[in-house]
């Protein structure tokens, strides 16, 4: 089975502090992604990277970094925390398999609390 | 990429067979339809995709008729631990950015 894990369930962080929400996946997979979820608004994508060192921006980028130094490692990185990115972060993988659409994998996610 | 309509949420009682259907007027010729769903303080996990009319796995069963402008996604016999939102999706293989929406919330009453 594909193991998608995150490396925290809950974070609290303070306004202008430099967040770091990491990624792994086990399963050599090329694509990953970084959606936040909240109330109402579903899932968005922020960032996503197709390969190593490549990066491609989402819906809703603003605010926000990623680095993938490592095929199995996709990082995100808040710059400064806000109130406003106060939210559930999930990371996905997932690998072209021919003729459909790519099963995406998803962590359990990342509760973040922005004071 | 098309946009899906779902509806918010649903309730259903515990053994009957749900179904929710998704409406996608714009579907392209590649595109496929996917559905997940997502447990409460969870990820999404896929359930089941097709492209034309019926496809069924261990989970659910995918109807999509012959103009693919809709799909409806049935569980047999649902029980509690059904309660979950469930997406629809479609894109075309291999595009990557495919929009999850809000999904519908389904809630299965004892």
């Known amino acids: 089975d594909v193991k998608v894990t995150q490396s925290s369930r809950y974070l609290v962080k303070r306004t202008g502090e430099k967040v770091f929400l990491e990624c792994v996946q086990d399963m050599d997979h090329e694509n990953m992604f970084w959606y936040r979820q909240d109330p109402g608004l579903g899932l968005r994508l922020i960032y996503f990277s197709y390969d190593v060192k490549m990066k491609e921006k989402g819906d809703i980028p603003e605010g926000y970094s990623v680095s993938r130094e490592k095929k199995e490692r996709f990082s995100l990185i808040l710059e400064s925390a806000s109130t406003n990115q106060t939210s559930m972060y999930l990371c996905a993988s997932s690998s072209p398999r021919g003729q459909a659409q790519e099963t995406q994998y998803f962590g359990p996610g990342t509760r973040l609390l922005v004071l | 990429l098309a946009k899906t309509t779902q509806p918010i949420s649903m309730d259903s009682y515990e053994g009957q067979e749900v179904n929710i259907t998704c409406s996608h007027n714009?579907?392209?010729?590649?595109?496929?339809i996917t559905w997940y769903q997502q447990f409460p303080s969870q990820g999404p996990r896929f359930i089941i995709q097709g492209y034309k009319t019926k496809v069924t796995n261990e989970v659910a069963s995918l109807f999509i008729p012959a103009d693919r402008k809709s799909s409806t996604l049935s569980l047999p016999r649902v029980s509690l631990s059904d309660t979950a939102v469930y997406y629809c999706l479609v894109g075309p293989e291999g595009y990557q950015k495919v929009t999850f929406g809000i999904g519908t919330k389904l809630q299965v009453i004892p």
């Open positions: 714009n579907i392209a010729t590649n595109d496929y």
